[in-house]
């Protein structure tokens, strides 16, 4: 298994401009999570799914930020517009829910708002 | 709200000797218990849990300790070897629903 895939590794935007990271999870896996990873805050949950449908939300920082997952095997972070507190590495994972906690993280995105 | 604390952010040991990493919690609801390693560039990857119902788990040179009463759990790593360094995040856990620590840098000297 190819175990978590995101993409882009790496992106670079200015202010202003819509931003969308992608996601595929672990095939099998019902779970999916997107977490925000900065220095002053650690490892935030953004929100997760579960069978594709959003279960807490709660993590959203604002209504810049919205998640979709429209099937199994994708979901899309986006932000529009962007802004430099923005800037983060984003990770994405994924989960079986009968396993609770043990998730596979992927490589997470690199995001640099200027 | 941080509900899932890593008060040291840097520990730096000697090759050989043991490392403890520490954190603590403040949900008393939290019924599971995880310690994750992540290296640079890479996401984090599981390497250890707990039950709320247990209060030590061993897999080789890692043990994880829980005392719920103080809402505190530990990772000793014994022997500490150079592999180890890297950044070590505690999670704590409602089924699903998973939070994080801050992350604690753990150096290991040869």
């Known amino acids: 298994d190819a175990g978590v895939i995101q993409s882009p590794r790496h992106e670079v935007t200015e202010m202003g401009q819509e931003v969308t990271l992608r996601c595929k999870p672990i095939?099998?896996?019902?779970?999916l999570f997107w977490y925000r990873q900065t220095m002053m805050r650690g490892l935030e949950l953004l929100i997760y799914?579960?069978?594709?449908?959003?279960?807490?939300d709660s993590g959203m920082p604002e209504d810049r930020f919205s998640a979709k997952m429209p099937n199994a095997s994708f979901s899309t972070l986006k932000i529009q517009p962007s802004e430099p507190r923005d800037s983060a590495v984003y990770f994405c994972?994924?989960?079986?829910?009968?396993?609770?906690?043990?998730?596979?993280f992927g490589p997470g995105t690199r995001l640099t708002v200027t | 709200d941080q509900q899932v604390k890593q008060n040291s952010p840097s520990l730096s040991v000697q090759e050989g000797r043991i490392s403890i990493l520490n954190c603590d919690y403040t949900?008393?609801?939290?019924?599971?218990f995880l310690w994750y390693k992540k290296y640079p560039a890479e996401g984090p990857t599981f390497l250890i849990s707990?039950?709320?119902?247990?209060d030590k788990n061993e897999d080789g040179r890692f043990t994880v300790f829980l005392n719920k009463s103080a809402k505190h759990l530990s990772l000793h790593i014994v022997p500490s070897q150079p592999g180890d360094s890297a950044v070590y995040f505690c999670?704590?856990?409602?089924?699903?629903?998973?939070?994080f620590g801050a992350g604690t840098r753990l150096t290991v000297k040869p």
């Open positions: 994972a994924s989960s079986l829910v009968r396993l609770p906690g043990e998730q596979y």
């Open positions: 799914f579960n069978n594709n449908v959003p279960i807490d």
């Open positions: 999670a704590a856990s409602i089924i699903n629903d998973m939070r």
């Open positions: 949900n008393s609801m939290f019924d599971y």
């Open positions: 095939s099998g896996h019902n779970s």
């Open positions: 707990i039950s709320s119902i247990k």
